[in-house]
């Protein structure tokens, strides 16, 4: 079982960053995929960054790419997303996930979602 909990996010400034926490309390977290999703008022829940189960394999969406750094510890059960210059516009509730396959930027495809953590960044 798959239980995943965000913590990290907050209210900051433009330019500021933050991080990012997503803990699996179970004891399969090294066989997942792991992904971050961010949905703000509106809109639909988008792909941010995912690592691959090992580690070896990260991908970002554009707007995330030079800004975002997304990496895990598996010996924690715990993956990161690191945060920096941000914007409003980053202004979203993040979301992490779980998955066993490699569709990492289909939100449908993952398997265990945690309860999202609110980031927002202020001008």
């Known amino acids: 079982q798959v239980q995943l909990v965000e913590s990290g996010g907050g209210l900051v400034q433009a330019g500021s960053s933050l991080r990012l926490s997503c803990a699996d309390s179970g004891r399969t977290f090294s066989s997942y995929a792991m992904g971050w999703f961010r949905q703000a008022p509106e809109k639909e829940r988008e792909f941010v960054a995912v690592i691959s189960w090992g580690g070896g394999s990260t991908y970002y969406a554009d707007f995330a790419k030079g800004r975002f750094t997304i990496y895990r510890d598996n010996a924690k059960n715990t993956v990161y997303l690191q945060m920096n210059s941000l914007k409003p516009e980053d202004t979203a509730v993040y979301y992490c996930?779980?998955?066993?396959?490699?569709?990492?930027?289909?939100?449908?495809?993952?398997?265990?979602w945690g309860q999202g953590t609110q980031v927002t960044v202020s001008s």
């Open positions: 996930a779980a998955q066993r396959g490699t569709y990492y930027h289909d939100p449908g495809k993952y398997d265990y």
